[in-house]
Every structure is written in C-alpha cells, then in structure tokens.
C-alpha cells in the first residue's frame, strides 16, 4: 500500500508541475497579446506549430517546448520573438 501512495504522490506532482508550467504560459503568452497585437499573425503560426508538436511527439513535447520559453516574462518574450524569428525562416 505504501508503494502506491508513493506514486499516487508522484503522479499528483507531476500533475501539479504540468498544470503550473501551463498556466505559466498563459499568463505570460496573454501579456505579449496585449504587448504586442501586430504579432497576432505570427503568434498564430507559434499556435500552430504546437498544435502540430503535440499531434506528432505528444502533450510532453507540449509542456518541454513551453517549459524551455522563460517563465519570467521578460525572458519569455524574448524566447517568444526568437521563436517566432526561427519558424518565420522555415
């Protein structure tokens, strides 16, 4: 019994761990929104690139590509341009 509250335990972390990086990024892509309106466009291309990470490689690829984008706003924005700048070269 104990070992599966232990991993009760962890999977309730890392649960935690997911729901904060997520809501991290929301927090921090809502601002540059508002920041930053005339980037709409390309943040519609950032959108769908998401979209097509997490169709091919999975929700964890999701949360590793928002968990590498700073989570203190001032990084996050410039992780975000430098994003945008690499999928508007592709």
Known sequence: ???EDLYQQRADLGIKYVTSVQEKFKINLKRYVEENPEKIPQIKLIAAHL?????????????L??????????QFKEDFDQKIQDLLKK
């Open 51 to 63: 979209d097509q990470l997490h169709k091919k490689k999975g929700p964890n690829a999701t949360i």
């Open 65 to 74: 590509y928002y968990k590498a984008l700073g989570s203190e706003y001032t």
């Open 1 to 3: 019994m104990e070992e």
